[in-house]
C-alpha cells in the first residue's frame, strides 16, 4: 500500500518568513496530493491539492510543487502569519483506492510574531 | 460554511456502553463517505470506507464488529462504537467528497470512554 513520509514533524518561524514541508510517497499509482491544515479540536481543512499531471500550483501565499520522478511533493507557505499556525497533513491517493488517503503524520507549524 | 456536519461533537459513555456517530453531506450526495480516527497528536488512520447501499469495506486490523458502518441515504453515515472501551477513546473524523477527489472532512466527534 501507499506510505506517505513527512518532514519536519516540527517547524517554528518568525512571521513573515517562508515555511516548507516535505513529504515523499512509495505508490506511483497515486495521482492526487492534498495538504490539510487541521487546528486543535477541529477537522481537517483542504488547503491546496495538486494532481500528476501538474507540476506546481499557487494559491496566494501557498503553493505546491510535485516531483513524480522522485515521488515527492512540498506545501510552500510564504509571508507567514501567527494564524498559519497548525498542524498540516500532506496525503497521497489515487482512484484505484476510491480516493481513501493516506496522511503523513504531519507538521506542527508555529509561527512567532 | 460547513459542508460535512458530524454529530455529536463529543461524547463521555461507560466502558461497555456503544456509541453512535452521525456523519452528514449538507447540500450534495455522497455515495462514499470515509472514516478515519486519529489519537493526540497522530496523524489521521483510514477505519473504513462507506458506500452507500451496501457494505462498508474495512481497513487491515479494524474490527468491523465493534464499529458498524451504515451508509443509509445519500447524505448520512453513521458509525457506531460497540462495547467501547477506554482504548477506543480518540478523535473521529469523517469526509465525503462533493466532486472527484476532493474530499470536506467533518468537524470531528470526540469520544471519551471512562
Known amino acids: 500500500g501507499e506510505n506517505v513520509e513527512q518532514h519536519p514533524s516540527t517547524l517554528s518561524v518568525q512571521e513573515g518568513d517562508s515555511a516548507v514541508i516535505k513529504c515523499t510517497y512509495s505508490?506511483?499509482?497515486?495521482?492526487?496530493f492534498p495538504w490539510y491544515k487541521q487546528e486543535l479540536g477541529k477537522g481537517p481543512q483542504l488547503i491546496i491539492d495538486?494532481?500528476?499531471?501538474?507540476g506546481e500550483k499557487k494559491d496566494q501565499r501557498i503553493a505546491v510543487t510535485l516531483n513524480k520522478t522522485a515521488k515527492h511533493f512540498s506545501l510552500h507557505i510564504t509571508e507567514t502569519q501567527p494564524e498559519d499556525s497548525a498542524v498540516y497533513f500532506c496525503?497521497?491517493?489515487?482512484?484505484?483506492?476510491?480516493?481513501?488517503?493516506?496522511f503523513g503524520k504531519g507538521t506542527s507549524l508555529l509561527v512567532t510574531p | 460554511g460547513a459542508v460535512v456536519s458530524q454529530h455529536p461533537s463529543w461524547v463521555i459513555c461507560k466502558s461497555g456502553t456503544s456509541v453512535k456517530i452521525e456523519c452528514r453531506s449538507l447540500?450534495?450526495?455522497?455515495?462514499?463517505m470515509f472514516w478515519y480516527r486519529q489519537f493526540p497528536k497522530q496523524s489521521l488512520m483510514l477505519m473504513a470506507t462507506?458506500?452507500?447501499?451496501?457494505?462498508?469495506?474495512?481497513e487491515q486490523g479494524v474490527e468491523k464488529d465493534k464499529f458498524l458502518i451504515n451508509h443509509a441515504s445519500l447524505t448520512l453515515s453513521t458509525l457506531t462504537v460497540t462495547s467501547a472501551h477506554p482504548e477506543d477513546s480518540s478523535f473521529y473524523i469523517c469526509?465525503?467528497?462533493?466532486?472527484?477527489?476532493?474530499?470536506?472532512f467533518g468537524p470531528g466527534t470526540r469520544l471519551t470512554v471512562t
Open positions: 469526509s465525503a467528497s462533493r466532486q472527484g477527489p476532493q474530499f470536506d
Open positions: 505508490d506511483s499509482a497515486s495521482n492526487y
Open positions: 495538486i494532481r500528476s499531471n501538474v
Open positions: 496525503a497521497a491517493t489515487n482512484s484505484n483506492s476510491g480516493y481513501a488517503l493516506n
Open positions: 447540500d450534495f450526495q455522497a455515495t462514499t
Open positions: 462507506s458506500n452507500e447501499g451496501s457494505k462498508a469495506t474495512y
